[in-house]
């Protein structure tokens, strides 16, 4: 059996979350860059008016959310660059990957921040929620305690960048 890569890793833990929203994944072979896509929909309440991430007012009807997470290739971006565009970034090393604590605690953190993201995406659009924006926001503090959990063998242990 040949050794999971990072590509297949990742998607197979998107595929144990429990989320009723949309995941999806993006690589792009050339640039070396996987994007994990969250996409969340809630039905918004008649008189209550919600303006989208496209400028669009909506008042009766779903509204949809989108997000997304960014792996890329440390020794080919600079992955700052790129942080004001995604709810978070991951570097990995070249065709060597990323580890594995790192790919767990990742999963770990998101399936609490989707679950507390649907919630409030819902209160958000039924008139509950005191925030006049909505936004999911990856806390940096929460998902390093996740990682420091992580069994030290994992973080030696490393998801190759797919070769196909």
Do not use: C
């Amino acid at each position: 059996m040949s050794q999971l890569n990072m590509l297949d890793a990742i998607g197979e833990k998107m595929d144990q979350l429990d989320f009723d929203g949309d995941l999806s994944l993006n690589w792009d072979k050339d640039a070396h860059v996987i994007e994990l896509e969250i996409t969340m929909t809630a039905q918004s309440e008649a008189g209550i008016q919600v303006e989208d991430q496209n400028g669009a007012t909506i008042d009766d009807g779903p509204v949809t959310y989108q997000d997304a997470i960014l792996f890329y290739d440390e020794t080919r971006l600079h992955g700052e660059d790129y942080a004001d565009d995604y709810l978070a970034i991951f570097g990995f090393n070249g065709k060597k990957g990323i580890d594995v604590a790192t790919v767990d605690a990742l999963f770990i953190y998101l399936q609490d921040l989707l679950d507390d993201g649907e919630s409030d995406l819902m209160d958000f659009v039924d008139g509950t929620s005191d925030n006049d924006l909505f936004a999911l926001n990856f806390d940096d503090v929460a998902f390093e305690e996740i990682l420091a959990q992580q069994p030290d063998a994992n973080n030696r242990i490393f998801l190759p960048y797919p070769k196909y």
